[in-house]
């Protein structure tokens, strides 16, 4: 009996040690992750055109120095020539109404404000050869 006792004894200690061993589980390799880019590396945000303001219409010339009245369109647009070869945005001014609606008026200069205008024809008329200059309001 001593035999089969150490028989049993001998087959269960290698039945325990011919078990299978648990291995410790592995380990799943850590991947990698790039680090994140720098701010400096990424890309730049583009920034949105700002829309341009829009411009404030000009409003007309309503105010023109007048540097001559001519009865004879001929001669308001021999007078108008001159001005505009000289450098001047001169035009032929022309009333179908009032007082001297018979008349041609050259101007030479336009303004859309009064003050202006009136400041302007000051100065020119300082000047010699414009003593006679004039302010003309269009309607």
């Given at each position: 009996?001593?035999?089969?006792?150490?028989?049993?004894?001998?087959?269960?200690?290698?039945?325990?040690?011919?078990?299978?061993?648990?291995?410790?589980?592995?380990?799943?390799?850590?991947?990698?992750?790039?680090?994140?880019?720098?701010?400096?590396?990424?890309a730049k945000k583009v920034e949105e055109p700002k829309p341009e303001p829009k411009p404030v219409p000009k409003e007309p010339n309503k105010y023109f120095l007048i540097a001559g009245s001519?009865?004879?369109?001929?001669?308001?647009?021999?007078?108008?020539?001159?001005?505009?070869?000289?450098?001047?945005?001169?035009?032929?001014?022309?009333?179908?109404?009032?007082?001297?609606?018979?008349?041609?008026?050259?101007?030479?200069?336009?303004?859309?404000?009064?003050?202006?205008?009136?400041?302007?024809?000051?100065?020119?008329?300082?000047?010699?050869?414009?003593?006679?200059?004039?302010?003309?309001?269009?309607?």
């Amino acid at each position: 009996m001593k035999k089969i006792f150490l028989l049993a004894t001998a087959l269960l200690v290698l039945g325990v040690a011919c078990k299978d061993k648990k291995e410790p589980p592995k380990k799943e390799p850590v991947k990698k992750v790039a680090p994140a880019p720098k701010p400096d590396t990424l890309a730049k945000k583009v920034e949105e055109p700002k829309p341009e303001p829009k411009p404030v219409p000009k409003e007309p010339n309503k105010y023109f120095l007048i540097a001559g009245s001519f009865s004879s369109q001929d001669n308001a647009e021999s007078f108008k020539k001159e001005l505009t070869d000289q450098g001047y945005q001169s035009e032929v001014i022309m009333r179908s109404w009032g007082e001297n609606s018979d008349f041609y008026k050259v101007s030479y200069m336009g303004f859309s404000d009064k003050k202006e205008a009136i400041s302007k024809m000051q100065q020119e008329r300082s000047q010699p050869g414009k003593e006679e200059v004039w302010v003309l309001v269009k309607r």
